[in-house]
């Protein structure tokens, strides 16, 4: 995974979780239910990790340049 | 061979500062968890503010592996339908029950009766022989807060004590041969 | 952010600390809820009053009560459980204070919040100084609220006054 993929990755995972957790409370505070709010963090956390831990294509779209190794003259 | 061991050795290539200053972290890491340990002993007033929960005997509402958070106000007064913890001479595990009766007189001595929730008897098998109260010196603390399952941790290290050894040994070479 | 064990090891951690904030809110939030709990609580009737041995010379009485109350806006959603208890309470000359459940009930669902029970009794009012007879009892109807996560707090209410006899109930 590349730096902008990292950057990406950090922000999605922490708006996910972040933005579950108040929605989560939000619904659990109406429903008066706390299985709501555990649930809404815990399912973000998961999507989180579906999105954020395999190394995706969407996360490697600015690779390094990585320099040619020198070859050393006998 | 030599060259096998230094390929295996976790501190190798680190120079010698380096392994001292991680080893002054590690004290750091230990000393500030010893504070504020000290510290919640002495605004809890409790000897053990922090308790796992052994047993299954105050169902619902307390179950195996939670934590309990005690306070213990001297001047506070002993009341029944309070949760405490205490703990009987003789016997090491301290029992987490409710009070049951309670009998004060104008001096401050208490007899006291406990009960689990979950069981149909009250305490008096658990005491001693010929004991049949419980006295204020016998509890270490009374249940404040609580958290769910955050102390099944201790429980498992409690069952299977090889393996609290084993964490330790791993977390302390861990902590001691990062390279940051 | 290099290796997925890294970045497993942060996300589970934030989700960790995202959980432990909404707890918090969650205990926070609990002073907004209403706590006002009216209770009827009478004395039904006095079957046994006695005295015995019990490692020593005991009275004992059965104290048997009427409860009536609704418990439904008591739960909310860090509500775990209520455990409920009666307490005879009375003074005698060698203690000044003696407090006796002389019954308890959890109470898990709010469906079961709306509370009807006669002629309920559990345990025995068991005096270890002799002092029952001509005593006057108060009884009170106490609450303890578990919480999912927080503090365990414990509630008063209602009242019921009655004098015992002066002379035993033989049966």
């Known amino acids: ?74 | 061979m030599n060259d096998l061991v230094s390929k295996l050795n976790p501190f190798n290539g680190i120079p010698k500062y380096q392994v001292a200053q991680q080893i002054v972290n590690l004290g750091l890491i230990v000393s500030t968890a010893l504070m504020i340990w000290k510290f919640l002993i002495i605004f809890s007033g409790s000897e053990s503010p922090i308790v796992v929960v052994l047993s299954g005997s105050m169902r619902p509402a307390f179950d195996r592996g939670d934590l309990l958070y005690l306070d213990y106000d001297e001047k506070s007064p002993l009341r029944s339908g309070e949760i405490v913890v205490f703990k009987i001479e003789g016997k090491e595990i301290p029992i987490v029950h409710r009070v049951l009766n309670v009998h004060e007189n104008a001096a401050g001595d208490y007899l006291i009766l406990t009960k689990g929730d979950n069981n149909t008897v009250d305490d008096r098998s658990l005491y001693n022989k010929d004991q049949r109260w419980l006295t204020r010196d016998h509890i270490i603390g009374r249940v404040g807060g609580y958290l769910p399952y955050v102390g099944m941790i201790t429980i498992v290290m409690h069952d299977y004590p090889n393996l609290k050894i084993l964490m330790i040994v791993v977390l302390t070479l861990i902590v001691l041969s990062t390279r940051e | 952010m290099y290796s997925v064990t890294q970045r497993a090891n942060v996300i589970l951690c934030f989700g960790g600390i995202v959980l432990a904030g909404v707890l918090l809110l969650n205990i926070l939030s609990r002073p907004f809820f209403p706590n006002e709990v009216t209770v009827d609580l009478k004395l039904s009737s006095l079957p046994r009053f006695n005295q015995n041995t019990f490692k020593g010379p005991v009275e004992y009485a059965q104290l048997v009560v009427d409860i009536q109350t609704d418990l439904t806006h008591l739960f909310n959603w860090n509500t775990k459980m209520l455990f409920l208890y009666i307490t005879a309470e009375y003074q005698t000359d060698e203690y000044q204070t003696n407090e006796i459940v002389i019954w308890d009930y959890i109470l898990k669902e709010k469906s079961d919040a709306v509370i009807n029970k006669k002629q309920q009794w559990e345990y025995f009012v068991i005096d270890p100084a002799m002092s029952l007879r001509n005593n006057t009892v108060n009884l009170r109807f106490n609450y303890n609220i578990i919480p999912i996560s927080g503090l365990v707090t414990k509630h008063k209410v209602g009242s019921h006054t009655f004098k015992l006899p002066s002379n035993y109930i033989k049966a």
């Open chain 1, 1 to 74: 995974m590349d730096f902008q993929g990292q950057k990406l990755a950090e922000r999605i995972y922490q708006y996910l979780i972040i933005i579950c957790g108040i929605i989560g409370w939000i619904i659990g505070f109406i429903k008066q239910d706390f299985t709501y709010t555990f649930y809404f963090v815990a399912g973000g956390t998961g999507l989180a990790c579906l999105l954020c831990l395999p190394d995706w294509p969407y996360l490697n779209r600015n690779p390094l340049n990585w320099q040619k190794p020198e070859v050393k003259d006998k």
